[in-house]
């Protein structure tokens, strides 16, 4: 048998009956699918950065929700720049900051009976803790619930002032079980829940409250610098999911874009980056990232590329799948920009 004969013979021939049994469309159809399946695993071997922050952050809805909250923080800051981050303060009821201690509602109550204007009026002026308990703690029982609130509120910032932590809270948890009142309202009965619990270094509690506070009133300047405290101590310390170590670096740069807005006067941004760059050493990556940023919408982008091109030897600090994401913003950062100014 020649050489092509055996060929055919192998092959077989197109009259031959061993070729009648194999079709080719099915032959073709299958060679297809292997493409297709090729082409799938070779898009899953170069899948984006999503895919394999999810896979270091734990498949879970947790790690989903905070990468898409992360990815659409960073989506804003290209499209807006900084201006992304300005809260919604639309109550013009309400100081961004207390002018005094836990003080800042301005018009808040609207009419209430003249018995209760003078006896909040009495205590406000009163420099006697005794003598504004007194006035202060019938107030407590009112049939109408927005006084009954502000007491117990009243009554939280006094406790709070005395440092007597454990009856402020317990005021002002007394102001948050008030029913039927408007979700704005509970925003100071929550920070001062934050802040005794910061004073005690309860850092849990105190993240929660804050948390609830901001999102009652974005507007609430006090709440969002003392989370900048609390999220800081928080991501120094060990035992935290990659998840929550994202959703609290990125509660920090929503903190960090908001508090100068909020107070009108932009030299914040390098006051808050003084403020966590002079610690002895930085502790991590997420920390370098606010400082950073901090100095680059300052103006100071040398001193922000200073910063931000030592986190590298910062790593190991963090989750590894936070820490990589935060790394990836970081190198970002340090790119040329394409055109002048282009944000964040």
């Known amino acids: 048998m020649s050489r092509s004969s055996r060929i055919t013979a192998f092959i077989g021939s197109p009259m031959d009956p061993r070729c009648l049994g194999t079709p080719l469309m099915p032959r073709l159809a299958t060679l297809g699918l292997l493409m297709v399946l090729g082409g799938v695993l070779w898009g899953l071997a170069r899948a984006p950065d999503r895919s394999a922050a999810l896979a270091?952050?734990?498949?879970?809805?947790?790690?989903?929700?905070?990468?898409?909250?992360?990815?659409?923080?960073?989506?804003?800051?290209?499209?807006?720049?900084?201006?992304?981050?300005?809260?919604?303060?639309?109550?013009?009821?309400?100081?961004?900051?207390?002018?005094?201690?836990?003080?800042?509602?301005?018009?808040?109550?609207?009419?209430?009976?003249?018995?209760?204007?003078?006896?909040?009026?009495?205590?406000?002026?009163?420099?006697?803790p005794a003598r504004k308990l007194a006035l202060i703690?019938?107030?407590?029982?009112?049939?109408?619930?927005?006084?009954?609130?502000?007491?117990?509120?009243?009554?939280?910032?006094?406790?709070?002032?005395?440092?007597?932590?454990?009856?402020?809270?317990?005021?002002?948890?007394a102001a948050l079980a008030v029913p039927d009142l408007p979700e704005r309202l509970s925003a100071d009965a929550w920070f001062i829940l934050a802040d005794s619990a910061w004073e005690q270094d309860r850092l849990d509690e105190a993240e929660i409250a804050l948390n609830a506070a901001i999102a009652a009133d974005p507007g609430f300047w006090d709440a969002r610098r003392l989370r900048l405290e609390v999220l800081a101590r928080q991501l120094a310390r060990p035992r935290q999911t990659g998840a929550v170590c994202l959703d609290r670096t990125r509660r920090m740069i929503e903190d960090l874009g908001a508090l100068p807005t909020l107070a009108e006067d932009q030299t914040q941004f390098r006051d808050l980056a003084d403020r966590f760059a002079r610690q002895d050493t930085m502790p991590h990556v997420a920390l370098a990232l606010i400082v950073g940023l901090g100095y680059r919408w300052s103006g100071d982008t040398e001193r922000a590329r200073v910063i931000l091109e030592n986190a590298e030897r910062l790593h190991g600090q963090l989750p590894h799948g936070c820490e990589r994401l935060i790394l990836k913003r970081i190198s970002g950062l340090l790119e040329p920009a394409s055109t002048p100014g282009q944000p964040p």
């Open 56 to 128: 270091e952050l734990g498949d879970s809805v947790e790690a989903r929700q905070s990468i898409a909250a992360w990815e659409s923080l960073w989506s804003e800051l290209a499209e807006r720049g900084v201006a992304a981050l300005n809260p919604a303060t639309n109550d013009a009821s309400r100081r961004a900051a207390g002018d005094t201690v836990f003080m800042r509602y301005r018009n808040l109550w609207g009419p209430i009976d003249d018995d209760a204007r003078l006896a909040f009026q009495l205590a406000a002026l009163s420099g006697d």
């Open 137 to 173: 703690e019938p107030l407590t029982r009112s049939e109408n619930p927005l006084i009954r609130f502000r007491a117990h509120l009243e009554l939280a910032r006094l406790q709070r002032r005395l440092l007597d932590f454990e009856a402020a809270r317990m005021a002002a948890r």
